[in-house]
C-alpha cells in the first residue's frame, strides 16, 4: 500500500511536525509514504529529521504532479490551509482517484469554511478533517488521529 | 520539442498576468469576463505541457481575435494567476478536446 501526504505552502507553523507526525503514523499502519512539497517545505521537513529516524521520502511537489496518474497511490492525504493548497489537493484526488483525506486548518474560521466548501464544490469524496489552528499542532493532530481510524 | 508553460514563463517576456496571488474562484471568474470562448476542463488536465491546477470546471480562455490563450496558474505558496499568452490553433484544437462541457 503506498500513501502520498501533500504538503502546502510552509509559512504555517504546524505544518512542519505534522507532516512527520502523519508520515510516521501511516508507515506504522503499513504505507510506502511519500511527502510531496515544494523546495522550502520540503527543507523543513528535512532538517528535522537530521539522523533519518523516519525515513522520510520527500519529493517535489510539481515534478510529481507532471508524474502521477490514476491509481499510483491507495491513500491521499493533504494539508489544505490556503486557497493553492485546496487547488493542489482538488487536482491530485482528482488525477488519483483513491482514498482521501483533507486536513483543514487556518487561523481563521472563515478561511477554513471556504476551503472546505472548495473540497466539497469540486465533487470530491476526500474525508475531510477541518479545525482552526496555526501555530498550535494539536488541534489538527487529533482531529487527524480521529479521521484516520477510518482509514485503518 | 513539445511547448511547456513554465519553461515559456521564464524564458519570454511575450505574456501578460491579469490577477496575481489571487483566490482560484476569482481567477476563473477574471477568464470568464476576458475571454470572448472559453471552454472547461478537469484539475490535472494539460494545457500547453503543464497541467493544469485548480477546482471543476476550469476555464479556459480565447480571444481569438489576438490569437491568446488565458489560463489559471497555480503556485502553492502565490496562489492563483491568470496568464494570458500567445498560442497557434493547433494548441487550440488540443485544448478543445478536453472540454467536459460542464460550466457549473
Redesign the interface.
Same mark, same amino acid.
Request: hydrophobic letters at 45%; aromatic letters at 8%; charged letters at 15%.
Given at each position: 500500500m503506498k500513501a502520498l501526504v501533500l504538503l &502546502?505552502?510552509?509559512?504555517t507553523p504546524s505544518q512542519t511536525p505534522m507532516a512527520v507526525y502523519v508520515s510516521s503514523k501511516l508507515t506504522k499502519m503499513g504505507y510506502d509514504t511519500t511527502i510531496a512539497a515544494?523546495p $522550502? $517545505?520540503k527543507k523543513l521537513v528535512k532538517v528535522s529529521d537530521p539522523e533519518d529516524f523516519y525515513h522520510l521520502n520527500l519529493v517535489d511537489?510539481e515534478r510529481l504532479? &507532471?508524474e502521477i496518474n490514476p491509481g499510483d497511490f491507495d491513500l491521499l492525504v493533504g494539508f489544505v490551509h490556503?486557497? $493553492?493548497? $485546496? #487547488?493542489?489537493f482538488?487536482?491530485?484526488d482528482?488525477?488519483l482517484q483513491t482514498k482521501s483525506l483533507a486536513l483543514v486548518f487556518s487561523r481563521d474560521a472563515d478561511e477554513v469554511a471556504e476551503f472546505v466548501s472548495?473540497i466539497e464544490? #469540486? &465533487?470530491s469524496e476526500a474525508k475531510i478533517a477541518a479545525v482552526r489552528a496555526f501555530h498550535n499542532p494539536s488541534p489538527i493532530k487529533v482531529k487527524f488521529d480521529k479521521a484516520i481510524k477510518e482509514f485503518e | 520539442m513539445s511547448f511547456c508553460l513554465d519553461t515559456y514563463l521564464q524564458q519570454s517576456d511575450n505574456y501578460e498576468i491579469h490577477a496575481s496571488k489571487a483566490g482560484f474562484k476569482d481567477c476563473a471568474m477574471i477568464i470568464r469576463f476576458k475571454a470572448d470562448d472559453l471552454v472547461y476542463i478537469k484539475p490535472g488536465d494539460e494545457v500547453l505541457g503543464v497541467r493544469v491546477i485548480g477546482i471543476p470546471p476550469i476555464p479556459i480562455g480565447f480571444d481569438h481575435e489576438k490569437g491568446t490563450v488565458f489560463l489559471p496558474y497555480t503556485k502553492p505558496c502565490h496562489g492563483t494567476s491568470v496568464v494570458e499568452l500567445p498560442i497557434d490553433e493547433e494548441e487550440v484544437e488540443k485544448i478543445r478536446k478536453l472540454d467536459t462541457g460542464n460550466k457549473k
Open positions: &502546502g505552502c510552509p509559512e515544494n $522550502a $517545505a511537489l504532479l &507532471g490556503k486557497d $493553492a493548497a $485546496a #487547488s493542489f482538488v487536482t491530485f482528482q488525477i472548495m464544490e #469540486s &465533487g | -
